[in-house]
């Protein structure tokens, strides 16, 4: 039960700071492309950064 908690807990501060959830991703590229290579945690992070504060590298250059 307190795992299950920590975990939504977790999910819903990353959610609110904008940063997807790597597992849910990683679940994801499982179960509908199963062939394709899977990012690494640290890539999943840059892209993420990148796609939503047009950061370089996973800096993020600007807040809004």
Do not use: D, I, W
Not at 26 to 52: I, L, W
């Amino acid at each position: 039960m307190l795992g299950k908690l920590l975990k939504y807990r977790k999910q819903f501060f990353s959610l609110m700071a904008g940063v997807p959830s790597y597992e849910t991703y990683v679940e994801y590229m499982a179960a509908h492309h199963p062939g394709k290579p899977v990012q690494s945690r640290k890539e999943f992070f840059c892209e993420a950064q990148e796609a939503r504060y047009n950061g370089k590298g996973g800096k993020v250059s600007r807040c809004c």
